[in-house]
Structures are given as C-alpha cells and as structure tokens.
T-cell receptor, first 114, second 113 residues
Framework: SAVISQKPSRDICQRGTSLTIQCQVDSQVTMMFWYRQQPGQSLTLIATANQGSEATYESGFVIDKFPISRPNLTFSTLTVSNMSPEDSSIYLC???????????FGEGSRLTVL | QQQVKQSPQSLIVQKGGISIINCAYENTAFDYFPWYQQFPGKGPALLIAIRPDVSEKKEGRFTISFNKSAKQFSLHIMDSQPGDSATYFCAASRLTNDYKLSFGAGTTVTVRA
C-alpha cells in the first residue's frame, strides 16, 4: 500500500487565520481525497483533488473556504481559510491504491482553532 | 443525509467473545463495502472489504457478511482481544464511478480482559 505523510500532524491556530495542510504520497496515485473528521464523529468527504485541474467539492464545502492544490500525482495541499472554532477537526488525506478503489488514509492533521 | 447507517454506536465485549457491527445502505449503485479500524490519534486503516458478488468474506478473525437483497452488511470480530478496542467504520462506494467513500457513524468497541 501507499505511504501517506501529512504535515502538520497537529496545530493550534487563532480565529481568522489560515492553515495549509500538506499530503505527500510515496508513489503516484490517480485519485486523492480530503476528508474531515469532527471530534468524535465520522468522516465526511470535503473534495476530490484533481491533478492539474480544480478540485471537485462536495455539498457544503466551497473552494473559498477550502482551497486545494494538486500539482502532481504525489502531492496535494488543503488550506483551511479564515478559521473559526467550528473548523476544529482532523483533516485526512486519502488515496486510491492502484485504481482498485481501496482507499488508504494518512494519519491526519489535528487542527484546534481558538 | 447519511447514506450508510451503522449500529450500535458502542459495544462492550469480553475477551474471547464475538463483536458484531451492522450497517445498512440505500443506494443500490454502491458496489464496494469496506470496513475501517481507527485507533485514537491515528488515521483509519482498511481492515477488510467485500463486493456484492459474494455473501461472506473472512480474513483471520474478521468476517464480513453481506445481504444484497436486504442492503445490509455486518462485521464480525471473533475471539475479540483487548487490542481490538477501537472505533470501526463501515463505508460504501461506487467503484464503477468515483471511488468516493460514504461512511457510517462509527462503532466504538471496547474489549474487556
């Protein structure tokens, strides 16, 4: 399976600031996704990160709030903009392994907004 | 609208016992049903998965049972061990489309020694 590295692993941020989370994969992957897991909750898909084009966002998530970049097949970033305490969550990068539909997840980036 | 419903929310089982978690879905276009295991502070790890052309899949102490007509599937953890204490998520996706996973709400399993 792919090795997925996320940075930062955790951070504490002030209201109104923005934070960029990085996801690096050790091999080229076609499909890459960003999920959010609020405290004690399940995982919710934010968007599909498309290589070389704009990300595809799920209902309830917008590009202005969660801009995503995917410059190549091994790397993506998610920015959480103008943060509020409601954005305190774990943000997870996920990749499809060899186009099998088996999704593997990074360890997550735990974000606390004060 | 939650596309995959999971129960129970939590369960406690004695060491050596059987843990059973149930999930139900509505979208008949789903064709891939994985289970993930998540420990505190870690990302979800793929545990076992099934496709609708089989009714059961077993890997070690973990078994998925799948009932296509009822649109239900379940995870059985046999001979539960304290190391199995974790949160388990069922999920569903469409391999023929976009691979996007819809997750259940999660079940916290506690195995008592």
């Amino acid at each position: 399976s792919a090795v997925i590295s996320q940075k930062p692993s955790r951070d504490i941020c002030q209201r109104g600031t923005s934070l960029t989370i990085q996801c690096q994969v050790d091999s080229q992957v076609t499909m890459m996704f960003w999920y959010r897991q609020q405290p004690g909750q399940s995982l919710t898909l934010i968007a599909t990160a498309n290589q070389g084009s704009e990300a595809t966002y799920e209902s309830g998530f917008v590009i202005d709030k969660f801009p995503i970049s995917r410059p190549n097949l091994t790397f993506s970033t998610l920015t959480v903009s103008n943060m509020s305490p409601e954005d305190s969550s774990i943000y997870l990068c996920s990749v499809d392994w060899e186009n099998t539909g088996e999704l593997f997840f990074g360890e997550g980036s735990r974000l606390t907004v004060l | 609208q939650q596309q995959v419903k999971q129960s129970p929310q939590s369960l406690i089982v004695q060491k050596g016992g059987i843990s059973i978690i149930n999930c139900a879905y509505e979208n008949t276009a789903f064709d891939y049903f994985p289970w993930y295991q998540q420990f505190p502070g870690k990302g979800p790890a793929l545990l076992i998965a099934i496709r609708p052309d089989v009714s059961e899949k077993k890997e070690g102490r973990f078994t998925i049972s799948f009932n296509k007509s009822a649109k239900q599937f379940s995870l059985h953890i046999m001979d539960s061990q304290p190391g199995d204490s974790a949160t388990y998520f069922c999920a569903a996706s469409r391999l023929t489309n976009d691979y996007k996973l819809s997750f259940g709400a999660g079940t916290t399993v506690t195995v008592r020694a």
